[in-house]
């Protein structure tokens, strides 16, 4: 009995993690669309390069995230760099490419603005959700 449910509860935890991602430092699960129960892409935290300091042909970002944010691309007779081709794919409070980043390239806007616009947005939502609720009550 106890094998069968640890079973099932792995692989209900295994189906979870096939559908979302683990978000930031925050060790929450964030869906594609949502994290901590806001729109994805009402949150700006994603990857921004400098190509100033980016080493050309350097894939090191591109092998370190598993979650497309960044892309590998060039031109024939064009220098070969990395670009961030999905941003908002990225885990929202996650910087770990800015670690494996050789040349100090990659950047993140603030965590703690971060942190502030996702509690901004998570109020804001909730007292939307209030005003609904005692519109239908009052009806």
Do not use: H
Not at 4 to 11: E, G
Not at 49 to 60: G, L, R, S, W
Not at 68 to 95: H, M, Q, W
Not at 107 to 115: I, V
């Amino acid at each position: 009995m106890i094998a069968s449910f640890s079973d099932r509860a792995l692989n209900l935890i295994n189906e979870l993690k096939s559908n979302m991602t683990v978000c930031g430092n925050l060790g929450l699960f964030m869906s594609e669309k949502r994290c901590l129960g806001v729109n994805r892409n009402q949150i700006p935290w994603y990857p921004i390069i400098d190509y100033d300091k980016c080493v050309a042909d350097c894939t090191k970002c591109v092998k370190f995230c598993g979650l497309g944010v960044f892309e590998f691309k060039g031109e024939e007779g064009k220098v070969c760099r990395s670009i961030v081709k999905n941003p908002y794919a990225c885990t929202v409070l996650c910087d770990g490419c800015v670690r494996y980043c050789p040349a100090n390239a990659i950047s993140f806007p603030s965590r703690e603005d971060t942190k502030k616009l996702i509690a901004k947005l998570r109020e804001s939502k909730s007292e939307i959700g209030n005003d609904r609720l005692s519109t239908a009550v009052d009806n």
